[in-house]
């Protein structure tokens, strides 16, 4: 491994590395690589024409300053998403996590492969692999596809269990999971289970066997409910966001990237329902929505002007040009081997329920969910779309999920599960973990998807751990 930084933030030592992995793990396994053996196994996978054969996997390790030279047990945390990159901590309470996790772990934080510092993936370098790829006289949209797939939870999770032979001596580790980390930890549990002593997950046991389409038959009806909520709560928002919907629908308006805020644009504010304090957030968001500025609503919807500032809002909180990979892979994360073609499944859905039309009033926002208009519309998507198209229609994947070997799993698992979790929903994870070995739930409504960003999940699921001799084995690694 190459150590590239090591400096204090207040209240944490932090140390930064990165080293290099395959971009095409089939064939290939972390345990012979990590002992200098490349050869692969089987069929030799085509090569992506205009790829890379490896990447860069970057990951930060941090301790609490007093800890430096103690001889800590390792939890990696394996982040939500997908796309996004490993936390940038500014105190050991900036991420609420961590201030619990340093009192007992070094704490091992990467970002996953595409993302942050770990050859990061973008519109930009997406185009420039399509073109390398027509220069070579390939089909750039079949290579992009291709790529793409080598970014997935199969993936990640021999990129993790390689970081941890050569990274750290081949250490156990315990892994914490948040959000997608839960479909990552399930995955590594699947393939590598003796290198984990324990896992946490919080907000994330996937549904297995893995189904788009059910996910968001479950989805839609959690939206329209978290809808009706933040209007019971602020009323006068039924209107006014109906105003602004009226307004996007007589004319074209265009954000300022140049894109256009379409009802469907809007929709997607919903998105940030599933966080607390998201009602608030969207209620202050239309405050100040139209240039008038006084609150109230136009008497013409469709003449009146939308302020610049929430036209920048807007685009604030739907771009997604720091993590692109955010709705390129949203859907492909529930493709498992041989499966049947994604084909848009939010996307259909939505069509499916007529009270989420643009034009149904009361207006209803949408999940985390990602529509074949953001890949035409978006500027940073938008180099993405022809590779969509083909991934929406191709039924070969990795291999994700193992039930067998999750049912007969010996790694202490304890999941956080949201009752009232928009994005994961409840019933499916509770199916799951009833079907996963030496698992062990704690529902709660106390908190929202991003509990885990407080102090107190982490607390309690180290603390139940701790009481059930779970974590005598993780703790005895130092």
């Known amino acids: 491994m190459t150590e590239l930084a090591s400096y204090y933030v207040p209240g944490l030592y932090v ?67 997908p796309g996004g990159e490993g936390p940038r901590p500014t105190s050991p309470t900036s991420d609420g996590w961590i201030a619990e996790a340093i009192k007992h772990f070094r704490v091992v934080l990467p970002d996953q492969r595409g993302t942050g510092r770990s050859s990061r993936v973008s519109g930009r370098t997406i185009a420039a692999l399509g073109e390398r790829t027509a220069a070579a006289g390939a089909d750039p949209a079949r290579a992009q596809a291709d790529f793409l797939k080598r970014l997935l939870a199969p993936s990640i999770v021999r990129d993790l269990e390689y970081l941890r032979l ?3 001596e081949g250490r156990p580790w315990v892994t914490l999971g948040q959000s997608y980390g839960g479909f990552l930890t399930l995955s590594y549990l699947s393939s590598y289970p003796t290198g984990i002593v324990a896992s946490f997950v919080a907000g994330g046991i996937p549904h297995i066997p893995a189904s788009a389409a059910e996910v968001y038959a479950h989805t839609f009806p959690r939206m329209a409910e978290k809808t009706r909520l933040y209007y019971a709560r602020y009323p006068e928002d039924v209107a006014r966001a109906a105003a602004v919907a009226d307004r996007l629908a007589a004319e074209p308006v265009m954000l300022p990237d140049g894109s256009p805020l379409t009802v469907e644009r ?73 499966c049947a073609p994604i084909r848009w499944a939010a996307s259909r859905e939505k069509d499916a329920q007529p009270a989420f039309d643009p ?120």
């Open 166 to 168: 050569v990274g750290f």
């Open 359 to 478: 034009s149904a009033r009361p207006l209803l926002f949408t999940g985390e969910a990602c529509f074949p208009w953001m890949f035409a519309q978006m500027p940073e998507l938008m180099p993405f779309a022809p590779a969509m198209e083909l991934l929406m229609e191709d039924t070969e994947f990795d291999h994700v999920y193992d039930p067998v070997r999750l049912a007969e799993n010996e790694v202490p698992l304890h999941a956080a599960v949201y009752h009232d979790d928009l994005y994961v929903d409840s019933g499916l994870q509770l199916d799951t973990l009833s079907r996963v070995g030496a698992s062990h739930a704690w529902v709660t409504n106390e908190f929202e998807h991003d509990g885990l960003h407080g102090e107190r999940v982490f607390a309690h699921l180290f603390e139940e751990a701790l009481n059930r001799g779970d974590l005598e084995r993780a703790l005895r690694t130092a």
């Open 15 to 81: 140390e930064d590395h990165a080293i290099d992995v395959p971009l095409d793990w089939r064939g290939l396994e972390p345990a012979l690589l990590a002992m200098g053996i490349g050869l692969r196994a089987g069929a030799f996978p085509d090569a992506i024409p205009g790829a890379p054969e490896s990447l860069k996997l970057f990951y930060r390790v941090l301790c609490a300053p007093e800890r430096v030279h103690d001889d800590l047990p390792l939890l990696v945390f394996l982040q939500g998403g």
């Open 266 to 338: 809007l929709q997607l504010l919903g998105s940030d329902f599933g966080m607390k304090p998201s009602f608030e957030r969207m209620h202050w968001l239309l405050d100040h929505a139209f240039e008038n500025a006084d609150g109230t609503v136009p008497d013409d919807p469709a003449s009146a002007e939308l302020s610049e500032g929430f036209l920048m809002s807007v685009l604030d909180r739907t771009t997604t040009r720091a993590n692109p990979l955010y709705w390129t892979l949203q859907e492909l994360i529930y493709a498992d081997g041989t």
